[in-house]
């Protein structure tokens, strides 16, 4: 009698103990950690978690279940991103994956999300046809896209007065998306101001003076104002660029926003102007505070571009869950379509039509006095969500 009790018992701690750990909430932050882009994927790791520890006021769990998050680490490599995705949702049985710090990889993710019939939050990665023509219903996007960038772009770009642009971008998705994205943009909110040359460079250069010899000739007779630019990931080129004089040629650069590190060089050139996706000292909001605070406190600088950026993609998926009341994909996508969720920038939404995160961004001025080696920038303008008419591209 007591053997078959003891039995008994044991039986019922073991079903327990199952329910409870088939109760986690499992999800696998796919990023770029081997590579060139490893200061990317750092930071989208450091904010999401940062973002689930500040969320769930560091209990992590949400609805009573505990969350465990799985990282893995695609080395910027399109095959291997996949692969680590399938492995995710069939080995690893996550409810929800985030991913990934190279477009070329999260464009190959894609289908992934779709044959497997599970969410997907693509954050870092940016471009255009991950929310375009390669895009499904299981595609959500925390991160901005190429088109959004170009809109911030624009919108920093005087409104009157003629005005020639030549681009200086990588030769690969991000790139070329961002060009076609800024020429899109300009025509709608700056007709003023015309693309008229476009250079491309392999990812890897570190030779910029053939490139910057064609865009001088292709500017340098123009009338008006005369812009280069600049769309990167990575080693920025400017200092490679300015070295070469534009000024003599009454060309000015226009960098886009990166990464702080990246952004130090910017210090050597006060009054340059730009747009940017996220900087620490331009939100203000609670949870900004927080995350400036805690970050400084904890790795000794302030959040950085790619931070904030993880930090939103955890506030997408603990937001969806609770309304979803659960991990049901379905429930999820019926969640998060039309969903506004709160994230260091502010307020996003997930727009119904190709679940992109509409958002807003900023027109930065590089400062000329700056207290320390972070303090870059001084906020020209915000640049709402809703005075940037970014298209739907995917044909839903």
């Not at 992934?112 to 046809?129: G, M, Q, W």
């Not at 996706?277 to 302030?302: C, I, T």
């Not at 049901?328 to 679940?355: N, Q």
């Not at 008419?389 to 839903?396: A, S, W």
């Given at each position: ?243 070469l004089k534009p000024e003599r040629f009454g060309i000015e650069i226009a960098p886009g926003g990166n990464i702080l590190p990246a952004m130090q060089i910017y210090k050597n050139y006060p009054g340059m102007e730009g747009a940017i996706y996220y900087y620490h000292a331009f939100p203000k909001n609670p949870m900004n505070d927080w ?106």
């Amino acid at each position: 009698m007591r053997l078959k009790f003891t039995f008994a018992a044991a039986t019922a701690a073991l079903f327990l103990t199952s329910t409870a750990f088939a109760q986690d909430i499992k999800i696998a932050l796919i990023a770029g950690k081997t590579g060139p882009l490893e200061a990317y994927a750092k930071q989208t790791e450091a904010g999401f978690m940062m973002g689930l520890e500040y969320l769930t006021k560091g209990t992590m769990m949400v609805n009573g279940r505990k969350i465990d998050v799985i990282v893995k680490d695609d080395q910027l490599k399109a095959d291997l991103a996949k692969t680590l995705l399938e492995q995710a949702y069939n080995d690893d049985n996550v409810d929800l994956a985030v991913g990934t710090t190279s477009s070329a990889a999260a464009l190959a993710m894609l289908p992934v999300a779709e044959e497997n019939e599970k969410v997907l939050i693509v954050e870092p990665a940016v471009a255009d046809a991950i929310t375009g023509d390669k895009w499904n219903r299981y595609i959500f996007r925390t991160s901005r896209n190429s088109t959004q960038d170009a809109y911030g772009a624009a919108a920093a770009i005087p409104s009157e007065g003629e005005v020639s642009i030549a681009t200086l971008a990588q030769d690969y998705a991000f790139g070329r998306d961002g060009v076609a994205a800024l020429k899109d943009a300009l025509a709608k909110i700056r007709p003023n101001a015309k693309v008229v040359f476009e250079e491309y460079t392999p990812q890897n250069a570190t030779d910029f003076t053939a490139s910057a010899q064609r865009i001088f000739d292709a500017l340098k007779d123009k009338p008006g104002k005369k812009i280069i630019n600049i769309i990167w990931a990575g080693q920025h080129p400017l200092p490679k660029i300015a070295d070469l004089k534009p000024e003599r040629f009454g060309i000015e650069i226009a960098p886009g926003g990166n990464i702080l590190p990246a952004m130090q060089i910017y210090k050597n050139y006060p009054g340059m102007e730009g747009a940017i996706y996220y900087y620490h000292a331009f939100p203000k909001n609670p949870m900004n505070d927080w995350l400036v605070a805690e970050h400084q406190k904890r790795y000794g600088s302030p959040p950085d571009f790619f931070t904030a950026g993880g930090f939103a993609a955890a506030s997408a998926a603990l937001t969806a869950i609770e309304k979803a009341g659960g991990t049901d994909t379905e429930k999820l996508i019926a969640a998060m379509e039309g969903m506004s969720f709160e994230t260091p920038k502010g307020t996003m939404t997930f727009r119904k039509e190709d679940h992109q995160a509409l958002q807003p961004m900023y027109h930065f001025k590089v400062k000329g006095d700056g207290k320390d080696a972070n303090d870059l920038l001084d906020l020209v303008n915000t640049i709402p969500a809703d005075q940037m008419p970014i298209p739907v591209r995917n044909k839903r």
